[in-house]
């Protein structure tokens, strides 16, 4: 989340979640930093389901993110 580009994209889903009402997340694409805590709250936001698309979230900042392969 520190370049110029995830910032601007990140403020982009807020703002369209403000207008729609509707919650909207940001995807970082294989995120490679602390992989345990949200890059933005800290908290944990690992996915413990194998099933799901994602490997990580955190629904109080909307984000989303995978496994750097």
Known sequence: MDSQL???GFDICKELE???NIPTYYYLFQYEKSKEMCP???SDWKVD???DCIDYK???CRLVA???I
């Open 6 to 8: 995830s910032k601007i």
């Open 18 to 20: 403000r207008v729609t």
């Open 40 to 42: 933005i709250c800290g």
């Open 49 to 51: 389901n194998e099933n």
């Open 58 to 60: 955190c629904d109080k």
């Open 66 to 68: 995978d496994k750097l």
